[in-house]
């Protein structure tokens, strides 16, 4: 069985983290998105994969290659304009010819779930059990058969969601030919599967585990599971006087100095500086060339490659581009003092700790404070002793 994975989207919704890779090249503890599914289906047994690219595209291939590293082959087919699920899977239509498994490319699964599909016939879908069904595409069963399929549904007729997982054979080609664009303008592959659904043929596999990745919110939730599961590597350097708790990666050329305190699980990448005397706490993965200096303290973060906090900062629960620099003294809030789920542009996060989401080279001067739940757009500038709240625009100058 060949698997295609669907990674052409830009995700307006990561914005600004996807002004300079698409979403799927996003990091999950330390590793691309899109590396994390790849292994699951991996380990199902999968060793031929077609991955349809546009946006960013050429990230994505340089990263994968075409898969000889991995022991796998990997093809690529670039679907030029982002016109929906059913466009991407039609351009793979001319590479396959026989049972195929179609995942969306922003998900985790595990195997032991792709391992079930293979074994179901086709068509089929995976189907996952979530507590809030009206934010996804809501699945009606009766039995192992879907008899419904209704997409983001104020009134849920199931707790049953679409996880974006299938297996088809080439006859779902025929169904993409009959369908029109969605009012949003886009071929939905969901509209392709009505005849399937109609005729009760299409199967459900129930799955044990899944997670899609809409927004930043959801990429730090996800981020935080999969970082119980990381494996301690110490390289590098680490100075006499640093203490080291829990699960902790360290990359290579990467110095620790004296007087850090690095509580996993956490992952520092490759040629870094921490400290001395720098606070790394449970659930931070920092990129490669970052400089986390003197009393700053990170927290549950992503933290992207070629970014610095050198000094007396605090960064809790956010997500961070690349190549930022946080002046002295700035800081990051992330909880209400009404303890409140934050809100981000009207939509609820459902967290109660979330602190900024902040776009490449963003740099601020001393003293900045950002609030719980600020955006901040690619290439801006914070003048020092600034305080940041809501959504800031790419490019966005604040003088003081
Ligand atoms: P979506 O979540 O619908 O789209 P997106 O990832 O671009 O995100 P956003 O809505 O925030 O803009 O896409 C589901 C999957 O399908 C995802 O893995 C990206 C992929 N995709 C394509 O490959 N081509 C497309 O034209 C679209 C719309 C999505």
């Known amino acids: 069985t060949v698997c295609v994975i669907l990674a052409a989207g830009e995700g307006k919704r990561m914005r600004p983290l996807t002004g300079s890779r698409p979403k799927v090249m996003l990091p999950l503890a330390g590793r691309p998105m899109l590396e994390h599914l790849l292994n699951a289906v991996m380990d199902a047994g999968i060793t031929d994969f077609i991955f349809v690219v546009g946006y960013g595209e050429a990230s994505v291939r340089n990263f994968f290659g075409d898969g000889t590293s991995k022991g796998i082959s990997i093809r690529y087919v670039t679907q030029k304009r982002q016109q929906g699920t059913g466009d991407a899977l039609m351009t793979v239509r001319p590479h396959v010819h026989s049972q195929f498994l179609l995942l969306n490319g922003d998900m985790v699964l595990h195997s032991d779930d792709i391992k079930a599909m293979l074994k179901t016939p086709a068509p089929a879908m995976g189907v996952f059990t979530s507590n809030h069904p009206q934010d996804y595409g809501v699945v009606t069963m009766d039995g192992d058969i879907i008899t419904g399929l209704e997409e983001k549904s104020l009134h ?88 080291i708790k829990g699960d902790v990666q360290i990359g290579s050329g990467t110095v620790i100095m004296s007087g850090s305190y690095l509580e996993g699980p956490c992952i520092i990448g490759a040629d870094c500086k921490i400290g001395p005397h720098a606070y790394i706490r449970p659930g931070t993965a920092i990129g490669n060339a970052c400089h986390i200096g003197h009393s700053s303290e990170i927290k549950n973060s992503i933290i992207m490659d070629k970014t610095n906090v050198p000094h007396f900062s605090y960064v809790g629960d956010s997500v961070i581009g690349s190549g930022c620099n946080l002046g002295a003294g700035t800081k990051i809030a992330n909880l209400r003092h009404d303890k409140g789920t934050i809100i981000i542009g009207g939509t609820d996060t459902r967290r109660r700790k979330f602190g900024a989401v902040i776009g490449d080279d963003v740099l601020f001067g001393i003293n900045c404070s950002v609030n719980v739940g600020s955006i901040i757009g690619n290439h801006c500038r914070i003048g020092p002793h600034s305080l940041v709240e809501g959504k800031l625009e790419d490019h966005t100058v604040i003088r003081r």
């Open 156 to 243: 849920p007729k199931s707790d049953l969601i679409n996880a974006g997982m299938y297996l088809f054979e080439p006859g779902i080609f025929e169904e993409l030919e009959t369908i029109r664009p969605s009012p949003r303008g886009e071929l939905e592959l969901t509209d392709a599967l009505m005849t399937y659904i109609q005729n009760k043929t299409l199967r459900g596999v129930r799955l044990s585990f899944w997670a899609d990745m809409g927004s930043p919110w959801d990429l730090l939730g996800v981020h935080e599971e999969m970082m119980r599961e990381i494996i301690p590597e110490h390289q590098g350097v680490i100075e006499e006087g640093v203490i």
